[in-house]
Every structure is written in C-alpha cells, then in structure tokens.
C-alpha cells in the first residue's frame, strides 16, 4: 500500500515538470502549481487540497522555471540571460572594454538594453571605468555586470540611453 501511495505522489510531481507555463494564468489562493492547475473549485476544502498538492516539491520547480502557471520574473530572466552572456564571453569583453570597442562589447550593450546609437558612448564610458568593472584583485561574471549595471545607473545620460 505504502509503495502505490508513493508511486501516485511520484507520477503527480512528474506531471507537473511536464506541463506549460501557457497552460497556466489566473491564480488562486492556493497560488500557482500542479495542484491549482487541476483543482478549479473556489471552497476552501479544495484550495487547502490544491495548496497541499503544490507544496509537494512541484512548485519549486514550478516557480523557477515559469511552468504550471507560475510566471517567471521578465527581470531575473534577463539579468541571467546577461549573466550567462558576460560568463561565456568574459575574456573577450575584458578585452574590449578596455579598448572600448569590439564585437562582444557592442552586444554587451545592446544585452543591455542600449539603443544602437548609444553603443559607441557606452563603449567609451565603459572604457573610461575599466578599472571599476574589471578591478586589479580579479572578478566574476556576476561582478562585472553589476559593477556595469551601477556605473550605468549613475551615470544620467547612460541611464536614459540603456534600459537596464
């Protein structure tokens, strides 16, 4: 008996890997997940029912992903997107920045958010700041975009030219 209850919780937390994120929406009390997914009924009954089933591990996953209802953060994605685009490229944007020009720092600015005429100011201004953004002791990916990203916000006109 213990093995089938486990197995049907199993095959209900799969599922829920597997459904869209379009499938979802409207969310009730019990929120976003699996559970809210297949349980409609407004009661309480069933939102504690659909609440429990979304907390069976589901809706981590649910909610990191934007699946089963749960929208994911436009922000956080397009900081990761960044975050991923500085990592893969990091020697080639060192590069770049401090000459300030180049491939790889021109789509760095246009990543973020910076319209086709401000790429070669923010080549310059990221040049001028090299040594904020890639300090002498060293620095990671998710440092340079955040030394990046407040030097940008900072600066007024950079701001007003990259939507960051």
């Known amino acids: 008996m213990r093995h089938r209850i486990a197995l049907l919780a199993l095959m209900a937390l799969a599922a829920g890997f597997a459904v869209d994120a379009r499938a979802g929406g409207s969310q009730n009390m019990a929120g976003c997940g699996l559970g809210s997914m297949f349980i409609k009924d407004p009661s309480k009954g069933s939102q504690i029912l659909a609440g429990t089933t979304n907390a069976t591990g589901g809706q981590i996953y649910a909610i990191t992903t934007g699946t089963s209802g749960c929208d994911s953060d436009p922000g956080f994605a397009r900081r990761l997107e960044r975050e991923r685009f500085v990592s893969a490229n990091f020697r080639s944007l060192s590069r770049e920045m401090a000459a300030g020009q180049g ?23 990221t040049k001028s700041r090299y040594g904020e953004i890639f300090p002498a002791g060293g620095t990671t990916p998710a440092g340079v975009l955040s030394a990046v990203e407040s030097a940008i916000a900072k600066d007024p006109a950079m701001s007003q030219a990259c939507s960051l």
């Open 103 to 125: 491939e790889y720092a021109a789509a760095f600015a246009s990543a973020l958010g910076c319209d086709g005429q401000a790429v070669p100011a923010f080549l310059s201004f």
